[in-house]
């Protein structure tokens, strides 16, 4: 049998790994018909929303729902008191602590969940709030986590003992009652001994401000209780499903194969969607109670003020080095403020996350992090904000030190990154803070990235402009700002990566349909990554079969395997590792298939892209597509028919993306006014899947970098109150602020992934922040700053030329 | 509660006549009564454009107006723009250019940069990223946004050009 096609072109109708194919997902996207959480309707359905707490610290001494329950459409009011029956006034968030469902006698900050009003829709339910009293008793508020730490207020009752004393936490002894953990990585006593010693020391305290995620569709959920069955279906905008019908049996007690928990479309994450949320539970609650579906939807303000922070990060630095730059130390503790209930989402025996990758891209011998967790009168959360676990803040903790220490050394920042880089022939490469980085090749995309933007030219271009700016020739100064990072993503190995005793690994499972097509289902959920595009990319690649022939189905956990879902740059590395190993074992079936169909042993045929060939006389061949029938309809000995495969995959290793950003900066001392003249980004993710794709994550995460770093903040008075609740006072970036990106790569593919990928997603978020916020210091290094704190507004860039005195 | 009143508009070329109360916003309107949910809602004060629908030819976003504002208007949302069958150039550009991620701002952007093409058939880069700063989106950062109406609007110029 002959082809009429090339090799090359049975490649390209695969449509496999490595092509920018087009989105499928983009056809009802673009035509409106997308199906959010907000779009579900059914029969009956209900709408359920909050009274919220007006204070940040206040004591709840009446709730009164008579006057409610008589607004018209209002159906129920729901408070602790009635869920406490239940065991669900409280319930436990994913970092081992436990959060109020629906305030249990005190409110621990502004916009708490005080009384779940049910209507028949929105406006009755927003009738039905306005006439629940509520009667607070104000306490003192602490905002402060320094101030936390040092008060007599005790803000969580249950952190003080019979004995008056601190009790345990979950991650060991409190040092205070509104102390939270100690969490430790590396060696204490040489690493100070090192830094005692050392030729030269740089220190610095630097606050990462708290900020959110704010993806534009905010969270909710549709709970639907049907009593006759006696099951439960849940969609929600969940970023891990079956993590949360799991949670959600633990607490309500109801078996979790009764429960059908569905992420439908998601309008963004960010890591605002893998906690579990009050409102979640609310729904299910009411559902039951009222024998109807019932929603919950966010509305901005309560989005930002109450569900998933991420950052609010103290950090301060020490780094040591030989006179000629060579880093021999690093220190590091930060004073983590988590709000009113430790709610960040990170695996349990990493209460600071992966914090500890806060070594960098450097071969630094001796190191040492401590975190300490504090509660203070703020909302809970903690997430992490487009980025693998507390990674964006270690990325930014060592691109900062480097350059404060760059400083000190009067040496160029690029420089000294250069010469303290983890070599190629280093890999793999054990950190002195525990990981063991997989892969890498740092000075080639350092020194491709200098080449591209022409380094040296820009430092000269600088020089002039500082000489012009004193010379009062000009009013702009000119920044570059440099960024090298590595990430840790891909959590992780179920040996040391868990979420409530729930391992990290993920899931695919094939179904081949007799004509050649097939169904795959993956334990993780898109939230605009493409996965319904990218997976079938690997699929395709791996068991010859077009992409286009192949659905791609996440989100129902009635249908999907297990899996921990979408956050932290996960999905290619475990649930994409999973594919592969599923669509291997589709390959070792169909093998044996073919092997039977063309009369030979099964190690005389050998896979070549979309068919096996007889070795030696490739002519001789059967397709993917004439296997697939085969499974169905040929009685072969000693092979079950059918064509499935299933795969759990538990990662060896955390896979480590890096790259080198570089940003051009002019900024008018007067206003304060930042212009990005140039931003170039080399990513490495390993092994490419979808070009298109990724350089649309990379322009994404540049533009939430751009926005952390420039503006974007959560911030409170002194009385708690959130001062920025709307997007009026919190910095979305439009078209009109945002550059053009100029990207490139290096391919440095995992050693331990099947096909070699790292992940994408979050690698410009964590690069691009410290690199925009470099650019900025950067412009007045010249006039003697070493560090001022992001975010990076206009007033705060007018404030640090005007502290400089450069506005004469 | 106050007094319903009595509310027609078109809606994608369809007639609609019900009663509403005065407060009840046109993206409620659209979103609930009317089962078109093409439009969404991302913020409630007008930041955000993920609502945005035209109302007798203006951009407007659907959040902030209420219905009864609305009495007698002519309304295009996404849905009235293009289908399956008769697919917009914008529709075909934001897919081919990878214009969207998550999807959510998608219905907005499009509706809103329909609408700059018809008063700006030439727009430069600068009149795009100004004409669509009343919609925000979180995944893309813009580029290809931008490239997405470029290209939609060469093609449109080609087959007007073509059609002359």
Same mark, same amino acid.
């Given at each position: 049998?002959?082809?009429?096609?090339?090799?090359?072109?049975?490649?390209?109708?695969?449509?496999?790994?490595?092509?920018?194919?087009?989105?499928?997902?983009?056809?009802?996207?673009?035509?409106?018909?997308?199906?959010?959480?907000?779009?579900?309707?059914?029969?009956?359905?209900?709408?359920?929303?909050?009274?919220?707490?007006?204070?940040?610290?206040?004591?709840?001494?009446?709730?009164?729902?008579?006057?409610?329950?008589?607004?018209?459409?209002?159906?129920?009011?729901?408070?602790?008191?009635?869920?406490?029956?239940?065991?669900?006034?409280?319930?436990?968030?994913?970092?081992?602590?436990?959060?109020?469902?629906?305030?249990?006698?005190?409110?621990?900050?502004?916009?708490?969940?005080?009384?779940?009003?049910?209507?028949?829709?929105?406006?009755?339910?927003?009738?039905?709030?306005?006439?629940?009293?509520?009667?607070?008793?104000?306490?003192?508020?602490?905002?402060?986590?320094?101030?936390?730490?040092?008060?007599?207020?005790?803000?969580?009752?249950?952190?003080?003992? *019979?004995?008056?004393?601190?009790?345990?936490?979950?991650?060991?002894?409190?040092?205070?009652?509104?102390?939270?953990?100690?969490?430790?990585?590396?060696?204490?006593?040489?690493?100070?001994?090192?830094i005692a010693n050392a030729e030269v020391v740089a220190e610095e305290t630097m606050y990462y401000h708290r900020t959110h995620p704010c993806p534009l569709e905010t969270c909710g959920s549709v709970a639907s209780m049907d009593k006759v069955n006696g099951k439960l279906t849940l969609w929600g905008t969940f970023q891990a499903p079956h993590a949360i019908r799991t949670i959600v049996s633990l607490i309500s007690g109801?078996?979790?194969?009764?429960?059908?928990?569905?992420?439908?479309?998601?309008?963004?994450?960010?890591?605002?969607?893998?906690?579990?949320?009050?409102?979640?539970?609310?729904?299910?609650?009411? $559902?039951?109670?009222?024998?109807?579906?019932?929603?919950?939807?966010?509305?901005?303000?309560?989005?930002?003020?109450?569900?998933?922070?991420?950052?609010?990060?103290?950090?301060?630095?020490?780094? $040591?080095?030989?006179?000629?730059?060579?880093?021999?130390?690093?220190?590091?503790?930060?004073?983590?403020?988590?709000?009113?209930?430790?709610?960040?989402?990170?695996?349990?025996?990493?209460?600071?996350?992966?914090?500890?990758?806060?070594?960098?891209?450097?071969?630094?011998?001796?190191?040492?992090?401590?975190?300490?967790?504090?509660?203070?009168?703020?909302?809970?959360?903690?997430?992490?904000?487009?980025?693998?676990?507390?990674?964006? *803040?270690?990325?930014?903790?060592?691109?900062?030190?480097?350059?404060?220490?760059?400083?000190?050394?009067?040496?160029?920042?690029?420089?000294?990154?250069?010469?303290?880089?983890?070599?190629?022939?280093?890999?793999?490469?054990?950190?002195?803070?525990?990981?063991?980085?997989?892969?890498?090749?740092?000075?080639?995309?350092?020194?491709?990235?200098?080449?591209?933007?022409?380094?040296?030219?820009?430092?000269?271009?600088?020089?002039?402009?500082?000489?012009?700016?004193?010379?009062?020739?000009?009013?702009?100064?000119?920044?570059?700002?440099? $960024?090298?990072?590595?990430?840790?993503?891909?959590?992780?190995?179920?040996?040391?990566?868990?979420?409530?005793?729930?391992?990290?690994?993920?899931?695919?499972?094939?179904?081949?349909?007799?004509?050649?097509?097939?169904?795959?289902?993956?334990?993780?959920?898109?939230?605009?990554?493409?996965?319904?595009?990218?997976?079938?990319?690997?699929?395709?690649?791996?068991?010859?079969?077009?992409?286009?022939?192949?659905?791609?189905? *996440?989100?129902?956990?009635?249908?999907?395997?297990?899996?921990?879902?979408?956050?932290?740059?996960?999905?290619?590395?475990?649930?994409?590792?999973?594919?592969?190993?599923?669509?291997?074992?589709?390959?070792?079936?169909?093998?044996?298939?073919?092997?039977?169909?063309?009369?030979?042993?099964?190690?005389?045929?050998?896979?070549?892209?979309?068919?096996?060939?007889?070795?030696?006389?490739?002519?001789?061949?059967?397709?993917?597509?004439?296997?697939?029938?085969?499974?169905?309809?040929?009685?072969?000995?000693?092979?079950?028919?059918?064509?499935?495969?299933?795969?759990?995959?538990?990662?060896?290793?955390?896979?480590?993306?890096?790259?080198?950003?570089?940003?051009?900066?002019?900024?008018?001392?007067?206003?304060?006014?930042?212009?990005?003249?140039?931003?170039?980004?080399?990513?490495?993710?390993?092994?490419?899947?979808?070009?298109?794709?990724?350089?649309?994550?990379?322009?994404?995460?540049?533009?939430?970098?751009?926005?952390?770093?420039?503006?974007?903040?959560?911030?409170?008075?002194?009385?708690?109150?959130?001062?920025?609740?709307?997007?009026?006072?919190?910095?979305?970036?439009?078209?009109?602020?945002?550059?053009?990106?100029?990207?490139?790569?290096?391919?440095?593919?995992?050693?331990?992934?099947?096909?070699?990928?790292?992940?994408?997603?979050?690698?410009?978020?964590?690069?691009?922040?410290?690199?925009?916020?470099?650019?900025?210091?950067?412009?007045?290094?010249?006039?003697?700053?070493?560090?001022?704190?992001?975010?990076?507004?206009?007033?705060?860039?007018?404030?640090?030329?005007?502290?400089?005195?450069?506005?004469? | 509660?106050?007094?319903?009143?009595?509310?027609?508009?078109?809606?994608?070329?369809?007639?609609?006549?019900?009663?509403?109360?005065?407060?009840?916003?046109?993206?409620?309107?659209?979103?609930?009564?009317?089962?078109?949910?093409?439009?969404?809602?991302?913020?409630?004060?007008?930041?955000?454009?993920?609502?945005?629908?035209?109302?007798?030819?203006?951009?407007?976003?659907?959040?902030?107006?209420?219905?009864?504002?609305?009495?007698?208007?002519?309304?295009?949302?996404?849905?009235?723009?293009?289908?399956?069958?008769?697919?917009?150039?914008?529709?075909?550009?934001?897919?081919?250019?990878?214009?969207?991620?998550?999807?959510?701002?998608?219905?907005?952007?499009?509706?809103?940069?329909?609408?700059?093409?018809?008063?700006?058939?030439?727009?430069?880069?600068?009149?795009?990223?100004?004409?669509?700063?009343?919609?925000?989106?979180?995944?893309?950062?813009?580029?290809?946004?931008?490239?997405?109406?470029?290209?939609?609007?060469?093609?449109?110029?080609?087959?007007?050009?073509?059609?002359?």
């Amino acid at each position: 049998m002959k082809d009429d096609i090339t090799r090359d072109e049975r490649v390209e109708n695969l449509k496999g790994m490595g092509c920018s194919r087009k989105r499928v997902e983009d056809a009802r996207f673009t035509q409106g018909k997308g199906n959010y959480v907000d779009d579900i309707k059914l029969d009956g359905m209900l709408f359920g929303d909050f009274v919220r707490s007006p204070y940040a610290h206040a004591r709840i001494t009446n709730i009164d729902t008579a006057a409610a329950l008589e607004v018209p459409g209002v159906i129920a009011v729901l408070t602790a008191a009635d869920l406490a029956p239940l065991g669900l006034h409280w319930m436990p968030t994913l970092a081992g602590d436990k959060q109020m469902v629906l305030a249990d006698s005190k409110v621990l900050f502004q916009g708490q969940e005080v009384a779940f009003v049910v209507a028949e829709d929105r406006y009755a339910a927003a009738d039905g709030i306005e006439a629940v009293e509520v009667e607070y008793e104000e306490l003192p508020v602490i905002v402060d986590p320094f101030d936390a730490l040092k008060s007599d207020v005790v803000l969580r009752e249950d952190t003080v003992g *019979e004995d008056g004393k601190p009790t345990d936490g979950a991650h060991g002894p409190r040092k205070h009652h509104n102390h939270i953990f100690t969490w430790e990585a590396g060696d204490k006593d040489p690493t100070e001994e090192v830094i005692a010693n050392a030729e030269v020391v740089a220190e610095e305290t630097m606050y990462y401000h708290r900020t959110h995620p704010c993806p534009l569709e905010t969270c909710g959920s549709v709970a639907s209780m049907d009593k006759v069955n006696g099951k439960l279906t849940l969609w929600g905008t969940f970023q891990a499903p079956h993590a949360i019908r799991t949670i959600v049996s633990l607490i309500s007690g109801i078996e979790e194969h009764n429960i059908r928990v569905i992420s439908p479309d998601i309008g963004g994450g960010f890591g605002n969607k893998v906690g579990a949320y009050p409102g979640y539970v609310c729904s299910v609650v009411a $559902s039951i109670v009222t024998g109807k579906p019932v929603k919950w939807i966010e509305d901005r303000m309560d989005n930002l003020m109450t569900t998933a922070f991420a950052r609010d990060y103290h950090m301060t630095g020490k780094i $040591s080095a030989t006179k000629d730059g060579k880093i021999t130390g690093l220190h590091c503790h930060v004073t983590a403020d988590h709000g009113g209930f430790d709610a960040c989402a990170d695996p349990t025996k990493f209460p600071a996350g992966f914090m500890n990758i806060c070594t960098g891209s450097y071969d630094i011998p001796t190191a040492y992090l401590e975190v300490d967790g504090v509660y203070t009168n703020k909302a809970p959360g903690g997430v992490s904000y487009r980025c693998s676990f507390r990674v964006t *803040e270690a990325v930014y903790f060592i691109e900062r030190m480097i350059e404060v220490l760059a400083i000190k050394l009067n040496m160029d920042a690029a420089e000294l990154r250069r010469i303290n880089f983890i070599k190629k022939e280093q890999f793999p490469y054990t950190a002195a803070l525990g990981w063991e980085y997989d892969s890498g090749d740092y000075h080639t995309a350092w020194d491709k990235a200098l080449e591209t933007v022409d380094y040296n030219g820009l430092r000269a271009e600088q020089e002039q402009r500082v000489a012009d700016f004193k010379a009062g020739k000009t009013r702009k100064l000119m920044g570059i700002g440099l $960024s090298f990072f590595t990430e840790i993503v891909g959590a992780g190995p179920v040996k040391n990566c868990d979420i409530l005793g729930l391992g990290m690994f993920d899931s695919c499972e094939i179904r081949i349909h007799p004509t050649g097509s097939a169904i795959a289902r993956l334990g993780t959920i898109s939230q605009g990554q493409g996965h319904a595009t990218t997976f079938a990319q690997i699929l395709a690649s791996e068991i010859g079969l077009p992409a286009d022939s192949i659905t791609i189905e *996440e989100g129902d956990t009635d249908t999907a395997p297990y899996g921990l879902g979408t956050y932290g740059s996960r999905s290619t590395p475990v649930a994409g590792a999973a594919t592969a190993m599923a669509g291997r074992k589709i390959r070792a079936k169909a093998q044996m298939i073919a092997a039977y169909l063309l009369e030979v042993h099964d190690n005389d045929v050998e896979f070549d892209v979309d068919r096996f060939v007889v070795k030696g006389a490739p002519e001789r061949f059967k397709t993917m597509k004439e296997i697939a029938f085969a499974a169905y309809n040929q009685a072969i000995p000693g092979v079950e028919p059918g064509l499935e495969a299933v795969s759990y995959y538990d990662p060896p290793n955390m896979t480590y993306p890096f790259g080198a950003y570089i940003c051009v900066m002019d900024i008018d001392v007067d206003t304060g006014v930042p212009e990005i003249r140039r931003f170039y980004a080399l990513d490495d993710c390993g092994t490419r899947i979808n070009p298109m794709i990724i350089e649309g994550q990379v322009h994404g995460g540049l533009t939430e970098a751009l926005a952390v770093a420039l503006g974007q903040e959560i911030a409170y008075d002194d009385m708690g109150n959130c001062k920025t609740g709307t997007l009026m006072d919190f910095f979305l970036p439009t078209a009109w602020e945002v550059p053009n990106y100029e990207t490139d790569y290096t391919v440095t593919p995992s050693p331990h992934h099947p096909i070699g990928a790292k992940g994408v997603g979050e690698s410009p978020h964590v690069g691009g922040v410290p690199c925009f916020s470099n650019a900025v210091q950067d412009a007045f290094r010249p006039f003697g700053n070493t560090h001022t704190n992001m975010p990076h507004d206009h007033w705060r860039i007018w404030k640090t030329a005007s502290d400089l005195g450069l506005h004469g | 509660m106050s007094k319903k009143m009595h509310i027609k508009l078109k809606v994608n070329g369809k007639d609609e006549e019900f009663l509403a109360e005065p407060r009840e916003l046109l993206i409620y309107t659209l979103r609930e009564r009317l089962n078109i949910t093409g439009p969404h809602i991302g913020c409630e004060t007008s930041h955000c454009g993920a609502c945005t629908v035209t109302i007798n030819g203006k951009s407007v976003k659907s959040c902030t107006m209420f219905a009864a504002q609305a009495d007698g208007a002519e309304v295009t949302t996404i849905e009235g723009i293009g289908g399956p069958d008769n697919l917009h150039p914008l529709q075909e550009a934001f897919r081919e250019h990878h214009g969207l991620q998550c999807g959510y701002c998608t219905p907005g952007m499009i509706t809103r940069a329909s609408k700059l093409l018809e008063e700006n058939p030439n727009p430069t880069e600068e009149e795009i990223r100004f004409g669509m700063a009343g919609n925000i989106c979180r995944c893309t950062g813009y580029q290809n946004i931008v490239k997405s109406i470029q290209a939609a609007a060469t093609e449109m110029n080609a087959a007007k050009e073509a059609a002359e």
